[in-house]
C-alpha cells in the first residue's frame, strides 16, 4: 500500500510501532483530538482540560462493502488490537473491542498529516484514514481553526464494483471532559446544506457557564452521487443490544435508519453509500468542529502548580468561531485551499536537506503549540502551561525558564511570541524590574507569583531582542524596552543576583531545575552574557548609547570571569558560595519550599557537575545571531565534554532516584554527570534524569561548533525513543505531556539550515551550510525555501508564506538586491538573473 498523493511522509510506521502513537488533529488554543496509530479516535481534549484517555463511550467509523453476489461484510475502520489489550477483569478493556476490524495496519506521517493504511485480504476495499487540521507558519488564523479533518479514502482493489458504506457513529460528548461528567437534555440535530450534511451535538440544559459546556458537530462532505443516511439516536437496548441494532441495520443494506431513545447521552451516526468501480478509489471526509467557550483561569498562587481558578477567561476561538455548524460550513467551503497551503508549509520543512531525524524532531513537535498546552484567552492573549498532565495542567504561567529554550514560536508564529513578550514585560515586571516568572491569570492577577527566576528573566530579553529583530518592530520595542531594562537592572539590586555589577551572577538563582544554585555557574552566567548582548544592541536601537556601553563592559568582563574561574579544562563548572545571612538575600529570589533550607550549607546543587545545557545561553545567543559569548576553544571542549561524559547508549545499570524518560537498551544525554569523588551528597534534583528539550539544546550546541556527527547522534538517540511502540512521537514529555522545551528541536533544524533574517535591516543571509540541497527560512511573519542553484546564480529564494520585505539577500559573502521590496507568497526570486 502506498501513501496518498500529495501528502508528504516524513516517517512511517509499522504494525509493531503503532500502539502509542497519538496525532493531536486541532488548532492553536482550541483543544483537540487525536488519531490514533491504527485508525482509532483518542484523547478528545476538547472541554477546556487535558484529557489523556477520555473518549465518548460510542466512538468508530465502519465500512461496509457490498460485492455482486449479494454478500456485504462491515468492518471497523481500524488495525489489529495490541495484544496487551487482550486481558481485562472482564475481557478486553479497549474500546471498540468486539468489532471486526482490518489484519493489517500501518501509519505514515509528516506533522500534521496522519494516514493510517488499512488492508485485509478477506475484504475487497483498502482505507485510507487521512487525518490533518490546517497549519501554515505565521498564519495564525488559519492555524487555529478548531477542526479536525478525517478523510476516508476507499480504494477497490478487485476486479469488480462494490458498493460501500462509512458510518460515523458518535455519543454526544457535551458536558463531559474527562474530569467532569455533566449532562444537560443533550441531544443531536440533523444539519444539511449542499453536499455537506452534520449532527450537531449540544446540551441546552447544562449551566451556561459549565466548563465543558458548548457544542459540536460531526460534518460530511458526500461525494457526488452518494446516498447520505444518519441517525440522531440509537435505540435504547439491554446486554449490547443498541450496539447490535446499529451494527445489524448498517450491514443490512447501507442505510442508516432513525430510532427512538431518551437517554441522556444520545449516539448521533453519519453515513454515505457509493459505488467504487474495479480499481477506482472515493473519499468520503468528515469534519468534526466545536466550540467550548468557558476556559477557567490557572490558579496562580502558592505550589498549586496544575490547579484551576473559578474566573472564566474563555477562549479566543469561541469568539472567532462561535457556531459549530457555521465552522463547518466554512471549512469545506475552503477545504482545499487549506489543505493544499498546509501541504506547501510542510512539503517546505520535508523537502529541505536536513537529516530525517532533525527534520522530524522540528515538525513533530510543533504539535505542542495545537495541545492542550497552549491556549488562548477570549481577550486575544496567549498563554502556556510547561506542559500537561492526564486531567490537569502541568505548571501554570507560561514559565520564562522552560518556555525560554524554544525558539519555534518566535520563528514561524510572531503573534503568539508577541503575545508572551507583552505579559512578561507589560503584566509580570513589576516597578522593581522583578519579573514573576510565571503569569498569573486572570491578567489583574498577572504578578501574584512574585518570584524571578535568573535563567527566564535573562532568557525574556533574549527573546525580545529576537522578535524585535526578526519584525523591525521599533513600536512593540519602544513600548517593552522600560520594562525590559528594568529586568536587566533588577540583576544589580543589593542582595541580588548581580549585585557588585561585575557581570557575573554571584547571587541566589532560582531556575529551571526548581532549585536555587549559590554561586557562579554557568547555565545562570550564560543566559546572563547573552542578556547583556541582548540588552546592548536594544539599548542602541532605543537611543541609549549609555546604558548599551554599560551592559557591553559588564558583558565583557563578565565573560572573562566565567572563562578564568569556571572552566576547568574541560567543562564548565559551578563555584558553590554559601549565604551566611539570608536575610541579606533580596526578595523574590527564593522559594522557600523548593530550594536548600540551609543557606549556609546549602544543597541541591551543580558543584562540579557536567552539566547538559551548561552553554544555554550561548546556545541562544548563537541561534538569535548575538555572537559569542565566551572562548570559542572552551565553549567548544565543554560541548564535547557533554557528549563524552553525559551521553549514555544503555541505561540497564543506570541510577536514578527520580523519573524515568529512558530507560533498558535506550541511549540519550543524561542531565548532569559527576566524577565519583566530586558529586554532592544531595546534587540537584533532576541531575540522574534525561529531558529532551536539554538534550536538543546540547544537539544544537555542537551543531553551531560544527561536530554534526555528535549533534546527530544525540536528535537519532531522542526520536528513536519516540518510535510509537515505546512512546508517543507527537508527545515529548518532561514535566507533563506535550512539554514545552521540547520545541528546542526546532533550534536544531534551524541551525542546519543557516539562513537569518533581520527585519530591522530587511536582509536575509544565507550562511555557511553543512549540505547543498533545499533549505527552510522563516521570519515568524513568513517563511519559505532556499533552492542553491546548479547553474548561473547563486539559487532561488522561493516564497512559500506570508510577506518578505527585502532590501538585499547575503549569500556567500556577496549582496544581491531584489527588483521589489517586498515578495509576497507564491513568488520566486531567481537570484542574479
Not at 221 to 247: E, I, K, Q
Not at 474 to 495: K, N, Q, V
Request: net charge negative; hydrophobic share 40%.
Amino acid at each position: 500500500m502506498t501513501a496518498a498523493d500529495d501528502w508528504p511522509v516524513l516517517r512511517s510506521y509499522d504494525a509493531a510501532h503503532l500502539d502509542r502513537i497519538a496525532l493531536p488533529l486541532g488548532g492553536i488554543g482550541t483543544g483537540t483530538i487525536s488519531l490514533g496509530g491504527r485508525g482509532d479516535l483518542r484523547a478528545f481534549e476538547l472541554g477546556n482540560r487535558p484529557a489523556k484517555g477520555f473518549r465518548p463511550d460510542v466512538m468508530f467509523v465502519a465500512v461496509r462493502a457490498a460485492t455482486g453476489d449479494g454478500s456485504a461484510r462491515t468492518l471497523v475502520a481500524e488495525g489489529p488490537l495490541p495484544v496487551e489489550e487482550y486481558e481485562g477483569a472482564f475481557g478486553s478493556p479497549a474500546p471498540n473491542h468486539g468489532l471486526p476490524r482490518f489484519a493489517e495496519c500501518g501509519f505514515d506521517a509528516a506533522y500534521p498529516f496522519g494516514q493510517v493504511r488499512l488492508r485485509d485480504d478477506a475484504f475487497p476495499l483498502e482505507v485510507t484514514v487521512q487525518g490533518f487540521n490546517p497549519l501554515v507558519f505565521g498564519d495564525t488564523a488559519t492555524s487555529s481553526l478548531p477542526v479536525a479533518v478525517l478523510r476516508y479514502r476507499i480504494h477497490n482493489r478487485g476486479d469488480e464494483p462494490v458498493r460501500t458504506t462509512i458510518a460515523m457513529s458518535m455519543s454526544n460528548l457535551v458536558g463531559a471532559n474527562g474530569t467532569s461528567d455533566e449532562t444537560g437534555h443533550n441531544q443531536n440535530s440533523w444539519r444539511s446544506s449542499g453536499s455537506l450534511h452534520g449532527l450537531t451535538m449540544s446540551a441546552p440544559g447544562l449551566p451556561a457557564d459549565a466548563e465543558a459546556a458548548g457544542e459540536l458537530t460531526m460534518a460530511m462532505a458526500a461525494p457526488a452521487g452518494a446516498h447520505v443516511s444518519h441517525r440522531t439516536r440509537w435505540a435504547d437496548l439491554s446486554w449490547g443490544g443498541s450496539l447490535l441494532d446499529f451494527w445489524d441495520d448498517l450491514t443490512d443494506d447501507g442505510v442508516l435508519e432513525e430510532r427512538e431513545s431518551r437517554t441522556e447521552r444520545p449516539v448521533a451516526s453519519l453515513a454515505a453509500m457509493v459505488d467504487v468501480p474495479a480499481g477506482e478509489t472515493t473519499d468520503v471526509t468528515y469534519l468534526l468542529t466545536w466550540n467550548f467557550p468557558n476556559r477557567r483561569a490557572w490558579s496562580g498562587s502558592g505550589t498549586h502548580l496544575g490547579e484551576y481558578g473559578d474566573a472564566v477567561i474563555g477562549n479566543a476561538y469561541s469568539l472567532a468561531h462561535p457556531d459549530s455548524w457555521a465552522t463547518a460550513l466554512m471549512v469545506a467551503e475552503r477545504l482545499s485551499e487549506l489543505e493544499r497551503v498546509t501541504i506547501d508549509a510542510v512539503h517546505a520543512v520535508v523537502g529541505t536537506d536536513a537529516p530525517v531525524a532533525l527534520r522530524e524532531a522540528a515538525l513533530f513537535n510543533l504539535s505542542t503549540l495545537r495541545s492542550p498546552t497552549v491556549f488562548q484567552s477570549a481577550a486575544g492573549d496567549y498563554y502556556g502551561w510547561e506542559g500537561v498532565g492526564d486531567r490537569v495542567g502541568s505548571c501554570h504561567g507560561t514559565c520564562t525558564h522552560v518556555w525560554g529554550y524554544e525558539f519555534a514560536t518566535s520563528l514561524l508564529f510572531a503573534p503568539v511570541a508577541r503575545s508572551f513578550r507583552t505579559t512578561q514585560y507589560a503584566r509580570c515586571t513589576d516597578e522593581s524590574g522583578l519579573m514573576s516568572f510565571r503569569a498569573g491569570l486572570p491578567v489583574e492577577a498577572s504578578r501574584v507569583w512574585g518570584l524571578a527566576a535568573a535563567d527566564g528573566q535573562t532568557a525574556c530579553l533574549v527573546h525580545l531582542y529576537l522578535d524585535w529583530k526578526l519584525s523591525g518592530d521599533h513600536d512593540l520595542l519602544r513600548t517593552l524596552w522600560p520594562a525590559a531594562r528594568r529586568s536587566l537592572e533588577f540583576c544589580w539590586i543589593p542582595g541580588g543576583w548581580d549585585a557588585d555589577q561585575d557581570g557575573v551572577m554571584e547571587g541566589v538563582q532560582h531556575n529551571t531545575m526548581d532549585v536555587e544554585y549559590y554561586g557562579p555557574n554557568p547555565q545562570m552566567g550564560s543566559w546572563y552574557l547573552a542578556a547583556l548582548r541582548a540588552a546592548e544592541e536594544l539599548a542602541r536601537a532605543v537611543g541609549e548609547p549609555d546604558f548599551a556601553d554599560r551592559c557591553h563592559a559588564l558583558f565583557t568582563s563578565g565573560s572573562a570571569w566565567l572563562d578564568e574561574h569556571l572552566f576547568n579544562g574541560d567543562y564548565y563548572r559551578h563555584e558553590v558560595r554559601p549565604v551566611a545571612d539570608p536575610d541579606q538575600i533580596a526578595e523574590g529570589l527564593r522559594h522557600r519550599s523548593m530550594g536548600s533550607a540551609n543557606t549556609v550549607n546549602p544543597d541541591l546543587q551543580l558543584a562540579d557537575g557536567c552539566l547538559v545545557d551548561q552553554l544555554v545561553g550561548q546556545y541562544a545567543a548563537t541561534l538569535t545571531g548575538l555572537g559569542a559569548l565566551l572562548d570559542d576553544d572552551h565553549v567548544r571542549s565543554a560541548l564535547l565534554a557533554v557528549h563524552r561524559r553525559n551521553f549514555r547508549r544503555g541505561f540497564a545499570h543506570h541510577f536514578n532516584p527520580m523519573r524515568s524518560f529512558v530507560l533498558g537498551d535506550e541511549a540519550a544525554v543524561l542531565m548532569c554527570t559527576y566524577d565519583d569523588d566530586r558529586r554532592p551528597a544531595r546534587p540537584f534534583p533532576y541531575f540522574g534524569e534525561v529531558m529532551t528539550g536539554f538534550e536538543y539544546t546540547a544537539a544544537t550546541g555542537l551543531l553551531q561548533v560544527g561536530e554534526t556527527e555528535r549533534a546527530l547522534e544525540i536528535v537519532d538517540a531522542i526520536r528513536a525513543r519516540y518510535d510509537g511502540r515505546r512512546r508517543n512521537p507527537f508527545d515529548e514529555a518532561e514535566c507533563g505531556h506535550h512539554y514545552a522545551r521540547a520545541m528546542a528541536g526546532w533550534s536544531a533544524f534551524a541551525t542546519w539550515n543557516a539562513i537569518g533574517y533581520s527585519g530591522v535591516n530587511q536582509v536575509l543571509t544565507v550562511g555557511e551550510r553543512r549540505a547543498s540541497g533545499p533549505a527552510f527560512w522563516s521570519t515568524g511573519s513568513a517563511f519559505g525555501t532556499w533552492e542553491p542553484s546548479t547553474g548561473d546564480g547563486p539559487g532561488l529564494l522561493r516564497v512559500v508564506g506570508g510577506e518578505l520585505p527585502l532590501k538585499a539577500l547575503e549569500v556567500a559573502g556577496r549582496t544581491y538586491q531584489p527588483h521589489k521590496g517586498v515578495l509576497r507568497a507564491g513568488e520566486v526570486w531567481n537570484v542574479g538573473c
